[in-house]
C-alpha cells in the first residue's frame, strides 16, 4: 500500500486563474496637417487607413495633410479615410495621430480624455505643453518611447537609418562645383584614390552612414567611446573598417585628411562637442560636415542651425550642413517606414480592446505612454521639467 504526503498549500483552497476574454473595439482616429516649421510626413499611408478601414475602423484626414508626402486626397479618400478640411472637426476625434507634437491650440481642439499618440519631442518642448494635457485629462504616448520585443525603440531606430543614409547622399552632393565643393566624386573610381570619410558615433546613424559610404566605395573612419559599440559595428558592417575610440590627437589626424565629416554621436542631455573649432582649422577647404547630432546641439564646435531651404553655410573654408529633421527631407520614405511601425500597434490596441488593455498586455506600447489620464507617468519628463509623476506600473496592472 502507497501513502500520499500532502502539504498545507495543497490542502487550503487555491485561488482559480480565469482566461481573461478581450472584446475587439473600433477606433475613430483623427489626422490634422502638421503646422510645424519643415514638417513633411505624415504618420499613416494611404495603404495604412486601407488596412485600419477593413478592420473596421474609422479615419478621418484633414483635407492636404498628406501632400508634402507626395499622397492626395483623393488617395485617402479611395482608402476609406473622411477627407474634411474641418480641423476642429478631426481633432474632435477620440484619438489623434500627428508626427510632431501638438501647439498649445491644438491640444484646445481636442476633447477630453482623448488619445494622443505623436512624437513628444522633449528638448523642444515647455511645462505650459504638459500642464495643458493634464487639464484636458489627455492619455498620450510618444512614438519615441514605444520599445520593440527586443528592447529596441523602433521608431527612433528607423528614422536613424533614414538620417544616416541621407548624410552620405547630401555630402555627396555637396562635394559637386555646383555647391562651392571640391568637385570630387564621393566613392572610389578605377585610378582614383577613394574619398575618406570620417564617422563620429557607432550608434544607428552612424552605421547607416557607413554602409552608405562603404556602398559608393569610400574609405572610413569610424570613432566612438564605446569599445562595445565599435566591435559590433565590426560585426554588422561584414568587415574590417578603422575604429577607433574619440581621442583629440587620433580624430584630428583623420580630421585633416578627411573629405567628408559626420556628426552622428548622442548624449543622454545635448550632444558632447567632440571636434573644436580650433581642429576644424586643419581640415581641408572644401571639406563638408553633415551634423546629423544638430537635433540635441551638435557634435561639431561650429554647428549653428539650418534650414532645408537654406541648408549650409562655409566657416574656416568647411561647408556645414547642419538641417535638424533630416527625414523630413525625405517625407514619403519616412512616412512609410513609421507608417508600417504605427500600423501594427494600431491594430493591437483595436484587438486588446482599446488602449487601457492594450498597455496592460504590452510593456513596450506601456512604455511609450506619458501621460494617462492626466497624470504625468513618465519619469524622463517629470525630473526634465521638474514636475510630479506616478509610475504607470502603480497606475496601470
Sequence with gaps: MSYFSFSLKDILPQEEKLAIFKSKSELFIGIPKETSYQEHRICLTPDAVTALVCNGHKVMIESGAGESANYSDKEYSDAGAEVTYDTKKVFSCPMILKVEPPTLDEVDLMEERA??????????????????????????????????????YPAVKSLSEIAG???????????????????????????????EVVIIGAGTAGEFAARAALGLGANIKMFDNSIVKLRRMQNVLGQRIYTSTIQPKILL?????????????????????????????????????????????????????TTHQNPTFIKNNVIHYCVPNIPSRYAKTASVSLSNILTPYLLGIAEDGGLESAIRCDAGLKNGVYFYHGILTNKAVGEWFNLSYRDINLIVF
Excluded at 123 to 141: N, R
Excluded at 174 to 194: E, F, R, S, Y
Excluded at 253 to 259: E, G, P
Design 115 to 152: 488619445i494622443l499618440i505623436s512624437a513628444i519631442q522633449i528638448k523642444t518642448q515647455e511645462v505650459s505643453y504638459f500642464q495643458k494635457l493634464s487639464e484636458k485629462k489627455i492619455t498620450a504616448l510618444a512614438f519615441e518611447f514605444i520599445r520593440d520585443e527586443d528592447g529596441s
Design 253 to 305: 589626424k583623420a580630421l585633416r585628411r578627411c573629405d567628408v565629416a559626420i556628426g552622428a554621436l548622442r548624449g543622454k542631455g545635448r550632444a558632447p562637442i567632440v571636434v573644436t573649432e580650433t581642429m576644424m582649422e586643419y581640415m581641408k577647404k572644401g571639406a563638408v560636415i553633415v551634423d546629423i547630432s544638430i537635433d540635441n546641439g551638435g557634435c561639431f564646435e561650429s554647428s549653428q542651425v
Design 165 to 195: 543614409t541621407a548624410s552620405i547622399l547630401i555630402a555627396a552632393e555637396l562635394m559637386t562645383n555646383d555647391n562651392n565643393g571640391k568637385g570630387l566624386l564621393l566613392g572610389n573610381i578605377n585610378g582614383v584614390p577613394p574619398t
